[in-house]
């Protein structure tokens, strides 16, 4: 088995894998995994069951750890170290390739992906447990792990995870939990993002070890299999931050810089929960603009007249363009796509005037029941629906009090909750 991966973050913070959130990472690279044991991890020729060569980029480059040496030779020079931002300039050059990419120029714009390492290109192989081999290759310094199991495979990703990563996905998981000012300092840009996130995702420990404890309660055997995943990756990140409390090579500078210079604390299943919770709050919300946009529409209206506002406010809304250049031509990708036709009743337009706007508190308690609290106003103990069985994405709740009916309407949506006030 050979899972060719990536590293889990670039150096400059930006997000890749992790972009995907840690848990899809880890079920994606699973599926290359089988379960045939033997003694050692054999690596497998060059493009050994490849699907005929793929090609990536990632910048600045795969590795993103520096350690206390490193870090004060750049912080003095400006030296990076290896592989640090060798693929930037690949990149940059994207920026005026297009148009004109083409087979030919490929290998100018994208490093090769491949499974494996190519011949008389092999930096260095090691295993930091039986059954595994990593090999990274000497051009661009891209882990490749080899796994007899998929248990020696999922520790290997957690292992150059952390090899590659380790105080970036330590900031992750203090991210998720709304922790980066008690972590990186109390800058504002940190105790934005903790309120910001704590909004989002206001999970308490208990919360994330139930959502860990559940993945086979509720997905059957996937469920349980990603479990073993999340307990194996994680012991290959808790293997390498021992050998970096010994090795000093090993640890990232910015410990130090930080006044941890032991290091980080021993990575648990609920770190990869909050890793994720943070990259489906930054990367998974949408929506949420619906009475901006209804204001909008009305003003476009009011000065162009009904049919001509209604155009110009379409192509204001950014919807799909028709005129952008895409990349898939055999098949249609409809994407913001407005309805041909909109279902009776389906569109709700408050009426001028009514809206007031309110600032939401979100809290959590240990069940998970969330309240929302308004700073008077219709809002006010309004309690949502997420403790009793419920999920809901963004919501326009309207109490039954200020509404014509007394009643409060709910999307069919599943993950939606929403209210109109009927005229």
Request: charged letters at 25%; glycine letters at 12%; aromatic letters at 8%.
């Amino acid at each position: 088995m050979r899972p060719n991966v990536p590293p889990l973050g670039p150096a400059n913070g930006s997000f890749t894998c992790v972009g995907r959130t840690l848990v899809a990472c880890l079920v994606a690279v699973a599926a290359c995994c089988g379960s045939v044991g033997s003694a050692a991890a054999a690596v497998e020729p060059y493009r050994a069951n490849d699907f005929g060569g793929f090609r990536d980029v990632l910048p600045p480059g795969a590795n993103g750890r520096a350690n206390l040496v490193e870090l004060a030779a750049f912080l003095g020079t400006g030296r990076r170290p290896p592989h640090n931002d060798d693929q930037r300039t690949l990149y940059e050059r994207l920026l005026s390739a297009t148009p004109g990419v083409t087979d030919g120029n490929l290998g100018e714009l994208f490093k090769d992906a491949s499974f494996g390492v190519a011949p008389g290109d092999q930096a260095r192989a090691h295993s930091p447990r039986e059954g595994l081999t990593i090999t990274r290759d000497s051009s661009y310094g891209v882990p490749h792990v080899y796994g007899t199991t998929r248990v020696a495979a999922m520790f290997g990703l957690g292992y150059v995870a952390a090899e590659d990563r380790l105080f970036f996905i330590d900031v992750l998981r203090h991210s998720g939990r709304a922790r980066l000012s008690s972590f990186a300092g109390g800058a504002a840009g940190n105790r934005a993002m903790d309120e910001d996130q704590w909004r989002k995702a206001p999970y308490t420990e208990a919360d994330l070890q139930r959502q860990a404890d559940r993945l086979g309660e509720l997905y059957g055997e996937e469920g349980r299999k990603l479990q073993s995943d999340l307990a194996a990756y994680v012991a290959g990140v808790n293997a390498y931050i021992h050998e970096a409390r010994l090795d000093v090579t090993k640890m990232p500078g910015e410990y130090a810089a930080i006044g941890r210079p032991l290091g980080p604390d021993p990575w648990k299943v609920t770190d990869v929960i909050a890793t994720a919770g943070l990259v489906g709050a930054i990367f998974g919300k949408g929506g949420g603009n619906e009475l901006d946009q209804m204001e909008l529409r009305r003003s476009f209206v009011a000065r162009y007249g009904s049919r001509r506002g209604v155009r110009l406010w379409r192509e204001w809304a950014a919807y799909e363009d028709p005129d952008a250049p895409t990349t898939v031509r055999r098949r249609r990708f409809p994407y913001q796509t407005p309805p041909r036709r909109a279902a009776r009743d389906s569109l709700a337009i408050a009426d001028r005037g009514s809206l007031r706007r309110t600032r939401i508190v979100a809290s959590a308690s240990g069940s998970g029941t969330r309240r929302a609290r308004g700073a008077g106003g219709p809002l006010d103990g309004l309690v949502a629906t997420a403790g009793r069985g419920r999920a809901m994405s963004n919501a326009l709740v309207v109490s039954g009090a200020e509404s014509a009916s007394g009643r409060r309407w709910r999307s069919s949506a599943r993950r939606r909750v929403t209210s109109r006030r009927r005229s």
